[in-house]
């Protein structure tokens, strides 16, 4: 069940329990109610002002309001805590030793070359090709392609991995990550923004409501105690 339906229903109950007992007793069990329902319910709408916009009550709707600001929040927060340098620089580290045969492997070559075959039946030079038997006659350059590509790609990845420095491929990892964040939060409207806040902390903003109501009863019985005994 709702929290701060719980909190405010027993809020409710002391002051009804308040106005039905005799004067003698119902001062402290209605003080308690009241101002346990007082502080629940103040609680309880400053989190609702958090989320949505209440007419008249200037500053309610704040994650609304400063919908740009929490984008920008959020892309600072990956790309200073999550991913900084020192980071980034250590996974590259860990991930240096990559095995660059087995990338090859996985590479269909025998693709590649059919589709640079399809490339040149396609180009102007499909005509030329046809009075010497058409993609047949290419077919004995398949390896030597083949080889050639493997070796190209071969020389570009240890270059990439083993040759370009720490620094270039954290400046280029942290740009794409950039990029990558800048992306999805554009794609981010004001309502998006809000629900997943709301998804985050809703459950435990619920407890300051539920404490604002105990913290009020708890002032409502001093309260009392204060204006029975003392005054």
Same mark, same amino acid.
């Given at each position: 069940?709702?929290?701060?339906?719980?909190?405010?229903?027993?809020?409710?109950?002391?002051?009804?329990?308040?106005?039905?007992?005799?004067?003698?007793?119902?001062?402290?069990?209605?003080?308690?109610?009241?101002?346990?329902?007082?502080?629940?319910?103040?609680?309880?709408?400053?989190?609702?002002?958090?989320? !949505?916009?209440?007419?008249?009550?200037?500053?309610?709707?704040?994650?609304?309001?400063?919908?740009?600001?929490?984008?920008?929040?959020?892309?600072?927060?990956?790309?200073?805590?999550?991913?900084?340098?020192?980071?980034?620089?250590?996974?590259?580290?860990?991930?240096?030793?990559?095995?660059?045969?087995?990338?090859?492997?996985?590479?269909?070559?025998?693709?590649?070359?059919?589709?640079?075959?399809?490339?040149?039946?396609?180009?102007?030079?499909?005509?030329?090709?046809?009075?010497?038997?058409?993609?047949?006659?290419?077919?004995?350059?398949?390896?030597?392609?083949?080889?050639?590509?493997?070796?190209?790609?071969?020389?570009?990845?240890?270059?990439?991995?083993?040759?370009?420095?720490?620094?270039?491929?954290?400046?280029?990892?942290?740009?794409?990550?950039?990029?990558?964040?800048?992306?999805?939060?554009?794609?981010?409207?004001?309502?998006?923004?809000?629900?997943?806040?709301?998804?985050?902390?809703? !459950?435990?903003?619920?407890?300051?409501?539920?404490?604002?109501?105990?913290?009020?009863?708890?002032?409502?019985?001093?309260?009392?105690?204060?204006?029975?005994?003392?005054?």
């Amino acid at each position: 069940m709702n929290k701060s339906v719980v909190t405010n229903f027993v809020s409710v109950l002391f002051i009804f329990i308040g106005l039905i007992l005799p004067y003698e007793f119902n001062i402290i069990i209605l003080s308690i109610g009241l101002f346990a329902l007082s502080g629940s319910v103040t609680n309880w709408l400053a989190v609702h002002m958090l989320f !949505e916009k209440v007419p008249v009550l200037y500053g309610s709707g704040v994650i609304l309001d400063r919908f740009n600001e929490i984008k920008l929040g959020i892309k600072n927060l990956a790309i200073e805590e999550l991913f900084t340098d020192e980071k980034i620089e250590q996974f590259l580290i860990n991930n240096k030793n990559i095995d660059i045969d087995s990338l090859l492997i996985k590479i269909d070559f025998d693709k590649v070359f059919e589709g640079l075959l399809d490339s040149i039946e396609t180009s102007k030079l499909g005509s030329m090709l046809a009075m010497f038997g058409g993609r047949n006659a290419l077919l004995p350059l398949k390896e030597p392609i083949v080889e050639k590509l493997k070796k190209i790609v071969s020389e570009k990845l240890n270059e990439f991995f083993h040759q370009t420095s720490n620094q270039s491929l954290v400046k280029n990892f942290k740009s794409n990550i950039e990029k990558a964040l800048d992306s999805k939060l554009s794609e981010l409207k004001p309502e998006d923004i809000k629900t997943i806040v709301e998804k985050m902390i809703r !459950e435990h903003l619920d407890w300051l409501i539920v404490w604002g109501g105990v913290f009020g009863g708890f002032f409502g019985l001093i309260f009392s105690l204060i204006q029975t005994y003392l005054i």
